[in-house]
């Protein structure tokens, strides 16, 4: 009975401090790209005595800052590190993660998923333990692959992770019948969705919502990185005059016949069969590793229909049309629905 009790506690403490680290990876949301968001939280004698996260592309790792955080370094070898992704084993950037928690001799290292890169995948698991580390894997691992979703999306489904959003009326509809879709939901759903265009690496539209809201496509309601542009004018018909094509931001058209540079817009031409599928494995090669489409309906669907989508967040208002342009037929898991004022968000996901 006793034993049972140590081993209940000691699982509740491992659980209770990768949460934190979980906590602390989100706040990379954004900000990491093309690298996945890490948390890492340094425990002594059962209280925190480092913690840090992975900020931005290029800095330092989250063990790194984890381990720097930490006032006393003596304390190490007698110290757990909760890290939410198995720490690198490779040279990129920065030096291997994993040979800096050997370097300090950390007793013990939680890790809640092992990482999907091919580069790492168990390498830095193998080099810790050989080095006598107990090494303790899979402690909230469904928490910290959802968190990272993107980040496993590219590596195992070889594209990015899609996000798909869109606002409709109560009655049903995404816009009237001459494409005029402002402004359907309310200025704190928008800016929700300002928000969330920090979070994701691309944003893409198609040709219709292109030329008739000529959007800008920042995040101008929201402190954060603007996203990369795409667009998908197949027959090459949209105006150099639009917001895409001036410059402000990194744009990709992608088209059936041109190929090039102009100022900061890249042309892609792609053959007419699997368009969307040349397109994803596109942004894949530019290790664009997560894109939020925001319309029209018509790319909407085509994206359900090749099947090549993994969460939509959409937004019913109280105003109706009556007639117009119809909303997507959403065909997934619905996980979440709240409102925001008097706008109803869905959440739902591919069960695919």
């Given at each position: ?54 900020q931005r592309a290029g800095e330092g790792h989250a063990e790194v800052r984890a381990i720097a955080d930490v006032k ?165 018909v949209l105006p150099n005059t639009l917001h895409l094509f001036q410059g402000t931001q990194p744009t ?101």
């Amino acid at each position: 009975m006793s034993c049972a009790r140590l081993i209940y506690k000691k699982m509740t403490e491992d659980q209770k401090f990768m949460n934190r680290a979980i906590e602390l990876a989100k706040l990379g949301l954004g900000t990491t790209y093309p690298n996945p968001i890490v948390g890492c939280v340094i425990v002594h004698q059962g209280k925190i005595i480092g913690e840090g996260w992975h900020q931005r592309a290029g800095e330092g790792h989250a063990e790194v800052r984890a381990i720097a955080d930490v006032k006393n370094k003596q304390l190490l070898p007698e110290a757990t590190a909760y890290v939410t992704l198995e720490p690198c084993a490779h040279h990129g950037k920065t030096p291997p993660c994993a040979d800096l928690l050997i370097k300090h001799q950390l007793k013990r290292v939680v890790v809640a998923a092992t990482d999907s890169n091919p580069e790492v995948a168990g390498s830095g698991l193998h080099r810790m333990i050989e080095s006598g580390i107990e090494v303790v894997t899979g402690v909230m691992e469904q928490e910290a692959r959802e968190m990272n979703r993107r980040f496993f999306t590219f590596m195992e489904k070889k594209r990015p992770y899609v996000v798909l959003k869109w606002a409709q009326t109560q009655d049903g509809f995404v816009a009237r019948e001459n494409y005029d879709s402002k402004w359907i939901s309310n200025i704190h759903s928008r800016t929700l969705v300002h928000k969330w265009r920090t979070e994701e690496q691309a944003i893409m539209v198609g040709r219709n919502t292109a030329l008739y809201d000529n959007p800008v496509l920042n995040a101008r309601l929201w402190k954060g990185q603007d996203p990369i542009r795409v667009v998908i004018d197949r027959n090459l018909v949209l105006p150099n005059t639009l917001h895409l094509f001036q410059g402000t931001q990194p744009t990709r058209c992608y088209n059936f016949t041109k190929n090039g540079v102009v100022g900061n817009t890249t042309f892609i031409a792609l053959k007419k069969e699997h368009f969307l599928e040349q397109l994803m494995s596109d942004l894949y090669q530019q290790k664009i590793h997560s894109v939020f489409i925001e319309g029209g309906a018509g790319l909407l669907n085509q994206i359900m229909q090749a099947d090549l989508w993994d969460e939509a967040r959409i937004f019913t208002a109280t105003a109706t049309f009556g007639s117009g342009i119809l909303a997507p037929k959403i065909k997934g898991q619905l996980a979440e629905e709240k409102y925001i004022l008097n706008d109803r968000l869905s959440i739902w996901y591919n069960k695919k």
